[in-house]
C-alpha cells in the first residue's frame, strides 16, 4: 500500500510516524503518541481519515470499531524498522509484558484450532483481534514466570452485543516469543452462564470459566480446577493428572521448570465437551435470530 504522507520520510522516520498514528487511533490519550515532529499531527489526520473512507468502502459498514481495526492493521502493515533494530526493541517490550498488541504476529495452536472446528466453533479472526486490541489483559514477567521459552499471557475482549448476536468475552490463553504471541487456548465466556461481576483481571475471568467448565486436575499435591502462582517441588519432572473421559477434557496452563522446582502462572483442566455444548447452544440462537431477521420475498402470481 502506498502512503503518500510518508514523502520525505527515511524508513526509522516512517515507521515512528505509523506506529504513533496506530496508537493514536486506538486511544487518543495515549501519550506514546505524542507527535515528534513539525505537522505530523495534520499529517496523521490525512492518512487515518484516508484509510477510514476506504475501510468503509470494503467492509460496506459504519461500525466505528471494525473500522478503525481495519485501518489499525494496515498501518501496523506498513511499519518496516531495520531487523536488527526491531528484533532488539520487540524482545526487550515482550520480555517485561509490555509490548502493545497490535505489535504482535500471532501464531494460532493449529490442533487446538482443528479441535474446536469439529464443534463447529471458528474464533480464528476473533482471536487475532483480541491479542490485537484486548478489552483487558494480564501479563506474566520473564524474571518472576517464563513459561515455554517465553512469557505468559491472558487476553480478553467483548464481542457480539453491536452484531445482535449474544455477547461473550473472548479468553486468549497464549505465551510471548519476541514479537509472536503464540495463542495456545481460547474460550468463551457468555455472561448468562458465567458470573461476570467485579472482574479484576484475565486471571479472574479464567476462574470464572473453570467454576463453570473446569475439569479437576493434579498437580504434585495440589488438586483443584483452577491454579494460579504457584510453585511446587518438581524433581525427577512434573507430572499433570487430569481425570477424564476420552477427548473430554485438556490442560492449559503456563509452566516454568527451575531446577527442582516448577513456578505455575495459571493452570486450568477444562471439559471440552461441557464447554461445546454451551456455545453451540448460543450459535443456535444466533442463527435463529439473524434467520428471524432475513427479508423473506413472496412471489405473487400475475393474472393475464
Known amino acids: 500500500m502506498v502512503l503518500a504522507e510518508l514523502a520525505g520520510m527515511d524508513e526509522r522516520q516512517a515507521a515512528g510516524f505509523l506506529a504513533r498514528a496506530s496508537l493514536a487511533l486506538m486511544s487518543s490519550d495515549n501519550p506514546a503518541a505524542t507527535p515528534s515532529f513539525y505537522g505530523e499531527e495534520e499529517k496523521r489526520a490525512q492518512l487515518i481519515a484516508r484509510l477510514k473512507i476506504k475501510a468503509r468502502e470494503i467492509i460496506a459498514s459504519d461500525d466505528e470499531e471494525t473500522i478503525n481495526e481495519l485501518v489499525a492493521d494496515w498501518i501496523d502493515e506498513e511499519i518496516e524498522l531495520p531487523s536488527d533494530d526491531q528484533g532488539r526493541a520487540f524482545a526487550r517490550l515482550s520480555e517485561r509484558g509490555v509490548l502493545p498488541g497490535d505489535a504482535y504476529k500471532v501464531v494460532l495452536n493449529l490442533d487446538f484450532q482443528r479441535r474446536m472446528g469439529k464443534w463447529g466453533i471458528d474464533d480464528a479472526g476473533r482471536v487475532v483481534s483480541t491479542v490485537k486490541h484486548p478489552t483487558l489483559e494480564t501479563h506474566f514477567n520473564a524474571d518472576s514466570v517464563p513459561p515455554f ?147 423473506t420475498h413472496s412471489k405473487v402470481a400475475s393474472h393475464a
Open 149 to 295: 521459552g517465553g512469557n505468559a499471557s491472558i487476553f480478553g475482549k467483548w464481542f457480539g452485543a453491536e452484531n445482535g448476536i449474544d455477547p461473550y468475552f473472548l479468553i486468549v490463553c497464549g505465551h510471548r516469543d519476541a514479537d509472536v504471541l503464540r495463542a495456545d487456548h481460547w474460550w468463551r465466556l457468555y455472561p448468562q452462564d458465567v458470573v461476570f461481576m467485579h472482574l479484576t483481571d484475565m486471571g479472574d475471568a479464567l476462574e470464572r470459566f473453570a467454576q463453570v467448565y473446569g475439569r479437576v486436575f493434579r498437580l504434585g499435591d495440589w488438586e483443584g480446577k483452577f491454579l494460579r502462582s504457584k510453585s511446587v517441588v518438581a524433581e525427577g519432572g512434573l507430572s499433570v493428572q487430569v481425570p477424564q473421559l476420552p477427548g473430554q477434557a485438556m490442560f492449559t496452563a503456563a509452566i516454568a521448570v527451575n531446577g527442582k522446582r516448577a513456578e505455575i502462572a495459571f493452570g486450568v483442566g477444562v471439559d471440552i465437551g461441557s464447554y461445546a455444548k454451551a456455545v453451540l447452544k448460543h450459535l443456535k440462537r444466533d442463527e435463529i435470530r439473524r434467520k428471524s431477521k432475513t427479508p
